[in-house]
């Protein structure tokens, strides 16, 4: 089975963007608590919640945004700026030493994921091949789950010998590879979105709902 070019480097493009961020997820508390001055667990809740927060409301105005427009272009214009705003944000974590460059930085990692996310979803799920919808997802998901399952078990050796300040260098190299990926999706995108209508529905459900009436009668 192959799979088409625009999925397999969405998925590549995924899987070092995020198992660069896995590179700090197991330790970013153990962070905050002894580098941060008047850093504690309660700060780390609230940088999660800023987080959330501004990843959960901006990627909804991201997503109506970009639906309305006639042009893939667009969305990948917003996947591509919030991939690299993904890489460039752990840069600010080796200079940060108070609360609100924390705070600061979390909405800049949830800014960045709300422009790239709905994008990434959009692409993926127009471009993915019939037929192969669950596999192509699964693969996504694998490649995904394999390479956070490997970046945690490096974070904390990395962290434990080297300290932090390597660590948040390899999330940005990585997150960056993988936003540089995307280029090569460009020249697959359609200048003209689907837009899958009833009509054209029917012209696909038409001759199966024929091939399963004739499987009964016969």
């Avoid at 941060?36 to 309660?42: A, F, M, V």
């Avoid at 990585?174 to 529905?201: H, M, N, P, W, Y």
Wanted: hydrophobic share 50%; net charge positive.
């Amino acid at each position: 089975m192959r799979i088409n070019n625009t999925i397999k480097t969405l998925i590549i493009s995924d899987f070092f963007i995020l198992s660069g961020i896995g590179l700090i997820s197991p330790i970013f508390a153990v962070f905050v608590t002894k580098q941060i001055s008047g850093g504690d667990l309660k700060m780390v809740g609230f940088a999660s919640m800023i987080y959330l927060f501004c990843r959960a409301v901006i990627q909804l105005i991201v997503a109506r945004f970009v639906d309305k427009q006639s042009s893939e272009k667009y969305d990948f214009a917003f996947l591509l700026a919030g991939s690299f705003l993904l890489g460039l944000t752990p840069l600010g974590f080796i200079f940060s030493s108070l609360p609100w460059h924390i705070y600061v930085l979390e909405a800049l990692n949830g800014l960045g994921f709300a422009m790239a996310l709905p994008c990434w979803y959009a692409i993926f799920t127009r471009h993915i091949d019939r037929g192969n919808e669950g596999l192509e997802w699964s693969a996504s998901d694998t490649s995904i789950t394999f390479g956070q399952a490997i970046a945690a078990a490096i974070g904390g050796l990395l962290a434990e010998k080297y300290g932090f300040p390597p660590i948040f260098l390899l999330i940005s190299a990585l997150s960056l590879v993988g936003a540089a990926f995307l280029i090569f999706i460009f020249r697959d995108l359609k200048s003209q979105k689907i837009v899958i209508t009833r009509e054209s529905s029917e012209d696909f459900i038409r001759p199966l709902r024929k091939r399963l009436i004739h499987k009964r009668i016969y």
